[in-house]
């Protein structure tokens, strides 16, 4: 039975997902007839053409200003780590969190060539921490052991949801206008893994891989532990907040509702790798529309990512064998986003350069 105060953050979270309108087709028909007057083949530039046309949609305009950029940093622990699901300890999420702060970790590198802003978030370390940068939004020190019962209750998911709403309007608010989803959070391919396996069927042998990098034993034990959890918490699959409550993660849930936020405010999102696109497969149950609002960045090396992206409807850019998370392909796709926005700026036309049409 749902609380008082869990109605009232369900009415807020409504709302906002009625604020996601379908992508302009009058925009999108406009970036399209642009791009066929332009001297190339059409349809020559691929997905850079298909990236130019949905900013155009999602942001009603040929040549938006999305200089400022965010990644947002989600930062979680997650109580399954009882399970030794992870190569990593626990105490490695709080340590990272730091490194992000300090401009030290692989996503501050590829975040500064971007021109890209890190932002990070703590809304579930089991760690108290400190740094004037750190946007602290914590529900709790970590999820519960999901093994054992749910991660946790439905109104801290629907707050966790929330969260990510709120960082999205605040960085909206200082004129960011184009974000991306980053993550942190030892145990979160685990929690991802769940997610997936509940909301698209698939079985967790075929949702798990190996996250921080284990062993072929330790896999098996993984992918037991996600049996087990799904078993223990009877999650409903047509019940997308219901899921995130009884075996997803705080960061999960706040990425999602960093891409509703993105969505509602007419921002174009790129999403990361696995554990991003278990948040983006959230987001998509919780309103469709939010699909186009997305960016897929690339394909990563998690075994399972490419089934996922299936699954919501996205295609990636790129395929680097990364699989970090972090935020760091999505960072890399940002250069792949500025060329498309060149290339409608910046190309000239048949008529402009004389250039005979085929």
């Known amino acids: 039975m749902s609380t008082n105060r869990e109605s009232e953050l369900r009415s807020k979270l409504e709302e906002e997902i009625r604020r996601i309108e379908p992508l302009d ?11 066929l007057n332009l ?27 999305l200089s400022r950029k965010a990644i947002i940093v989600m930062a979680a622990d997650h109580g399954v780590c009882e399970e030794g699901v992870s190569a990593f300890p626990a105490e490695v999420t709080p340590q990272m969190v730091m490194n992000f702060l300090s401009g030290g970790a692989a996503i501050n590198v590829l975040a500064r060539q971007a021109g890209a802003d890190v932002r990070c978030v703590d ?29 946790m209750t439905r109104e801290t998911a629907v707050e966790a949801l929330l ?21 942190m959070g030892i145990g979160n391919t685990t929690a991802s893994s769940a997610v997936m396996s509940v909301m698209t069927g698939d079985s967790p042998e075929e949702a798990a891989g190996r996250g921080t990098g284990i062993n072929d034993e330790r896999l098996a034990h993984k992918m037991a532990v996600i049996r087990r959890a799904i078993e223990t918490n009877r999650p409903d699959p047509s019940d997308p907040i219901g899921v995130l409550s009884k075996v997803g993660g705080l ?90 926005q060149r290339v409608m700026r910046e190309m000239a036309t048949f008529d402009s350069a004389g250039v005979s049409r085929g």
Request: with cysteine.
């Open 25 to 35: 087709e009058s925009a999108v028909q406009q970036a399209e007839q642009h791009l």
């Open 39 to 65: 001297t190339k083949p059409p349809g020559s530039l691929g997905k850079l053409e298909d990236i130019a046309r949905q900013l155009a949609g999602i942001t009603s305009t040929l040549h938006p200003d």
């Open 123 to 151: 809304i579930g370390v089991n760690a108290e921490l400190s740094h004037p940068e750190l946007i602290s939004r914590k529900l709790m020190h970590g999820t519960n052991n999901i093994a054992r019962g749910a991660a």
């Open 163 to 183: 969260a990510g709403i709120e960082v999205v309007d605040q960085l909206w608010q200082e004129g960011y206008r184009l974000f991306a989803t980053g993550e």
């Open 251 to 340: 960061e999960i849930a706040g990425l999602a509702g960093v891409i509703i936020g993105a969505a509602s405010r007419k921002c174009p999102v790129v999403i990361d790798g696995f554990i991003s696109s278990a948040a983006a497969l959230v987001a998509a149950a919780l309103c469709k529309n939010a699909v186009s609002y997305m960016i897929g960045s690339h394909l990563s090396d998690e075994r399972a990512h490419a089934q996922l992206l299936h699954k919501i409807g996205l295609s990636p850019v790129i395929h680097l064998s990364m699989r970090l998370g972090e935020g760091t392909g999505a960072a890399l796709c940002f250069h792949f986003i500025e060329a498309a």
